[in-house]
């Protein structure tokens, strides 16, 4: 080896960034919030008179 050679070594693996519960709530908040709004959307404007 020369004078200018360097070895580098890495112990253990790199932590891996895990997401926390909050984004998968506010997904599942943005889900049925977009379900209901689909059903609102597609519900008649005009309802016949109940007899």
Avoid: E, H
């Avoid at 599942?28 to 005009?46: D, Q, T, V």
């Amino acid at each position: 080896m020369g004078t200018g050679d360097t070895i580098q070594a890495l112990l253990g693996a790199p932590a891996a960034s895990v997401p926390g519960p909050l984004p998968l709530l506010g997904a599942g908040a943005a889900f049925g919030w977009s379900r209901k709004l689909r059903k609102r959307i597609a519900a008649p404007l005009i309802t016949p008179p109940q007899v």
